[in-house]
């Protein structure tokens, strides 16, 4: 049964970096098959995607973001994180990690993660 | 961007009825299309992709047409459960984008 975890600190202060870690448990992060995403969802609003990963490395990250993003893989310990840095109050969402088969949209996603950005 | 359009934003039904949702995007996306179930303070479920394919483990209730620009979701016999808030999402082109929404509640 596949699932993802995600982990990382709930309350970020302002201008600092947001981390989070999304754990893959029963398959294989790096499977040719599939790309690792993240999508995150402000409290009473909808969904908005922030980017994916390759096994291999190579990221797609959304445009209004994509200056204070990271998304990297960890092969050993079967996991890939998010990074934004120079976090504000509108970063405030929670965060899900998703898998995307190729071609296939989203198959599974975590359970979310609410991280808030305050001080 | 890809805007994709939801309508009705919110939807009043009864159980054992039939609902259609629709879904519009800004330009053709032939049929890189996933539609999604939420409900309160849980994680989105996939429900469909390709337009029109169920994801695994999802009820015959749900289906899912359209091609192009135009696409619908359709539960038929709704039960209590089936009440929550159903959102599309394009895959054709980056950067991926959703629908705001269409909140199914029980009339």
């Known amino acids: 049964q596949l699932q993802l975890q995600e982990s990382g600190p709930g309350l970020v202060k302002p201008s600092e970096t947001l981390s989070l870690t999304c754990t893959v448990s029963?398959?294989?992060?790096?499977?040719?098959?599939?790309?690792w995403g993240w999508i995150r969802q402000p409290p009473g609003k909808g969904l908005e995607w922030i980017g994916s990963i390759y096994y291999t490395g190579s990221t797609y990250y959304n445009p209004s973001l994509k200056s204070r993003v990271i998304i990297s893989v960890d092969m050993p310990n079967n996991q890939f994180s998010l990074e934004l840095s120079s976090a504000t109050a509108p970063d405030t969402a929670v965060y899900y990690c998703?898998?995307?088969?190729?071609?296939?949209?989203?198959?599974?996603w975590g359970q979310g993660a609410l991280v808030t950005v305050s001080s | 961007d890809i805007q994709m359009t939801q309508s009705p934003s919110s939807l009043s039904a009864s159980v054992g009825d039939r609902v259609t949702i629709t879904c519009r995007a800004s330009?053709?996306?032939?049929?890189?299309l996933a539609w999604f179930q939420q409900k309160p303070g849980k994680a989105p479920k996939s429900l469909i992709y390709a337009a029109t394919s169920l994801q695994s483990a999802v009820p015959s209730k749900f289906s899912g047409s359209g091609s192009g620009t135009d696409f619908t979701l359709t539960i038929s016999s709704l039960q209590p459960e089936d009440f929550a808030t159903y959102y599309c999402?394009?895959?054709?082109?980056?950067?991926?984008?959703f629908g705001q929404g269409t909140k199914l509640e029980i009339k």
């Open positions: 999402q394009q895959y054709h082109s980056y950067p991926y984008t």
């Open positions: 330009q053709g996306i032939s049929n890189y």
């Open positions: 029963g398959a294989s992060i790096s499977s040719s098959s599939y790309y």
């Open positions: 998703v898998r995307i088969p190729m071609g296939l949209g989203i198959d599974y």
